[in-house]
Every structure is written in structure tokens, then in C-alpha cells.
């Protein structure tokens, strides 16, 4: 498989996780894509949900009569695979700003306080990016600082949440009138807290999911090019909007585009629950907590992997959800598959394998290469 050596991979994942994509404001992150995408497919796109689409025509002669085009395409219709990786984080969103200029927040996909820790924040106002500071205030407090108080382990013994933390923004309220922060602004955690960090033979960092499933995706659309060959089918490239409050792009890209099969890249629980571990190989979900995946799909991921010598470990899912078991739960794709990254602390500070990027790049391309029945 033709491929981006490792440092060019870890750069461009490190881009992608320097770029602020909270839920319904991807722009960043989308910009990236579309600038490695471009080169790579027949034809790209951004849809009405904001997805972008990087279309590969399994037949090079339909591109060059021109026989396809992203206005002509029939939902549903015809023989395509639709592969999703979505490019939004959890965050947060203001919920009021008080008069001293002080923010209060909630969640914006399911994550807390505890998750990615107190520290900087950015405030993407609607005129400037702010840097701010969530907190929860001193510890060296008593009963009389109630909100503090309860969240102490040798007292009130309540986990942190929402209510009990604010961001500091060392600015009125006039000020942030001007800069564009109102109730509905988006909080994510600052770029100063997203960098790569080695660990042995793995890489840790918040937001790998899903940024280290879109570098792979981006990493397959190479290969393919690289590769000089056409899939068996064609294959719709789909870097998806708002999934971590629903899966609302990817629905919208299964509802839209054709194929009958879609097919999402994710990070993936290792846990003993599961019988996970991110030294495994790549998780092939069989199901999760919205729908049971289509077995032939999920056994012919497996087969590919283990062909490979990758060491896939077969998953039922709980808590877990994605793109693809969205459509499928909705009744907007017919079969569905999904394809997990080993990831250590989901929705927290994750850790994958170095080389599960790569791997999980290699199963697409195959996926892509081999027709179903083989």
C-alpha cells in the first residue's frame, strides 16, 4: 500500500487536532480536509449539512464521459460504499454570560468538566477568538463556598459538573458583546493542550476521536490515487458534521448520496468489558447501543484485517454510537459497518497504537479494492 511515512501522517494528524471543530462550526478542520482531499478524487464537494464529499468513481471512463455529477446523483441508488470519519469534537456552549463577564457553559456532545480537566479555553466568538480559563475556583475554601465544597472528595463528595465550574474571561460583558460571545457561542478546549505526546509506540492527545479516523480516511483517498487502481464500487468519501450530537451529517450524507452501504471510522473502547485492548489490532463493531451492524460486512472487515496480520478484535458495543449505526437506526442505509482505531480513555485523553493510523487505512483501501463477495 502506497502511504505517507509516519511523520508526515503524525503532522498531518497534528494539524487536524490543532483546529478547532466544535459541533455545527467544522470550518477549520473542514479546510484541511478539503485541501488534502482535493488531489486525490474525481470529484469533492461540501453538502447542505456541511459534509464534505470526495467521490471515487469505480469506473474511470464515467468520469471522463461525464456521467457523473454531484447534482446527478441518485440516493440510495446504484452500486457505492459511503465512508465516514467525522470531523467534529465534543466542546461546549454558552449557556449565559454574567455582568462581571464570567461565562457559564453546558455540553455540547457528552463530555464534563472532568473530562478534559480545568485549564485554557478557546471562545470562538463571532469577531475574535478568545483565550479564557475554565475553573472551578479556589480550593482553599470552606462549607460557605458551596459550589466549591461539594465537588471535594473529603466533603460533599459530588462529581464536578457544569453547575459547579465558570470560564474566566478577563473581559465586560461590553467586551464580549464586541468580540461576539452571546449564549449559543461555542468553547473548546485550547490548542495549547492538543499536542501529540509519544509514548512508547503510541500517541496521545484529547480529540483523536475523530481526527485519527479522518487522517486515516484522508490516508485510504492516497493510497487509492497512489495505487494507480479503481475500487469495485464507487466509493463516496465522507468527512461527516455533528455526529457527537446525533450523528446529524452522516444521516444526512446516507440519505443523500447513493450506495446502500455505509461504513464509519471511529475510535474504538478497549476495555476488559469489551475484550479490547489498544495493543490489539483493528475493532470491527458487530453492534453498539444503536443497531447491530451487518455481520457479513463486519466479517468481511475482519477477514481483510486478519489477512493483513493486523490481529482484529471482533466488539458488541454498549455506550457507543456512530455515523453509521445512526443511519441504520433512522432507516437511511440498509447495511452498515464499522471500523474502530484501539483507543485507550474514549472521550478523554486518548491514546492509539502509532501505527493503528496506517492500519486502518489499509482495510479501507482493501474494502474498497475487493468486491463483496471475495
Known amino acids: 500500500m502506497a502511504h505517507r511515512d509516519d511523520d508526515s501522517t503524525e503532522a498531518l494528524l497534528q494539524e487536524l487536532l490543532r483546529s478547532y471543530g466544535p459541533c455545527g462550526q467544522e470550518d477549520a478542520v473542514r479546510a484541511v480536509c ?12 461540501v453538502d447542505a449539512a456541511g459534509n464534505l464529499i470526495g467521490y471515487v468513481a469505480a469506473d474511470e471512463s464515467a468520469m471522463t464521459a461525464g456521467q457523473h455529477h454531484r447534482s446527478t446523483v441518485t440516493p440510495g441508488l446504484g452500486a457505492a460504499t459511503r465512508v465516514m470519519a467525522h470531523m467534529d469534537e465534543l466542546s461546549m456552549l454558552v449557556k449565559r454570560v454574567e455582568p462581571d463577564g464570567t461565562l457559564h457553559l453546558t455540553q455540547l456532545g457528552t463530555m464534563y468538566p472532568g473530562n478534559f480537566g480545568l485549564g485554557p479555553v478557546a471562545v470562538l466568538g463571532d469577531h475574535e477568538t478568545l483565550t479564557a480559563v475554565l475553573t472551578l475556583g479556589s480550593e482553599h475554601t470552606t462549607q460557605e463556598s458551596q459550589r466549591i465544597w ?20 478577563g473581559r465586560t460583558r461590553e467586551e464580549l458583546d464586541a468580540a461576539g460571545v452571546r449564549p449559543g457561542t461555542r468553547v473548546c478546549v485550547d490548542r ?7 509514548i512508547g509506540d ?3 492527545c484529547y480529540f483523536l476521536d475523530d481526527r485519527a479516523a479522518v487522517t486515516a480516511l484522508l490516508c485510504a483517498a492516497r493510497a487509492l490515487r497512489e495505487g494507480g487502481q479503481r475500487p469495485a464500487e464507487d ?3 465522507a468527512f461527516t458534521t455533528n455526529e457527537e450530537i446525533g450523528g446529524v451529517g452522516g444521516t444526512y450524507a446516507s440519505a443523500t448520496l447513493p450506495g446502500t452501504l455505509t461504513l464509519a471510522l471511529e475510535v474504538g473502547p478497549t476495555e476488559q468489558e469489551y475484550a479490547t485492548t489498544v495493543s490489539g489490532g483493528p475493532i470491527v463493531g458487530y453492534s453498539d447501543a444503536l443497531s447491530v451492524y451487518d455481520k457479513d460486512v463486519a466479517d468481511r472487515l475482519m477477514r481483510i484485517a486478519a489477512d493483513r496480520g493486523l490481529s482484529p478484535q471482533a466488539a458488541v458495543l454498549g455506550a457507543f454510537e456512530s455515523d453509521a449505526s445512526h443511519s441504520k437506526a433512522g432507516g437511511l442505509t440498509p447495511r452498515a459497518g464499522l471500523l474502530c482505531l484501539p483507543t485507550l480513555s ?3 485523553y486518548e491514546v492509539v497504537a502509532r501505527g493503528a493510523i496506517e ?14 463477495q471475495t
Not at 495549547?192 to 509519544?198: A, G, M, Q
Open 34 to 45: 478539503a485541501r488534502e482531499l482535493e488531489p486525490l478524487v474525481d470529484d469533492m464537494w
Open 150 to 169: 461539594q465537588t471535594k472528595p473529603d466533603q460533599g463528595d459530588k462529581a464536578l459538573d457544569w453547575n459547579h465550574v465558570y470560564v474566566f474571561t
Open 192 to 198: 495549547s493542550k492538543r499536542s501529540l505526546v509519544e
Open 202 to 204: 503510541y500517541l496521545g
Open 235 to 237: 466509493v463516496y468519501f
Open 346 to 348: 474514549t472521550h478523554g
Open 359 to 372: 492500519a486502518m487505512a489499509a482495510i479501507v483501501v482493501d474494502f474498497a479494492m475487493r468486491p463483496a
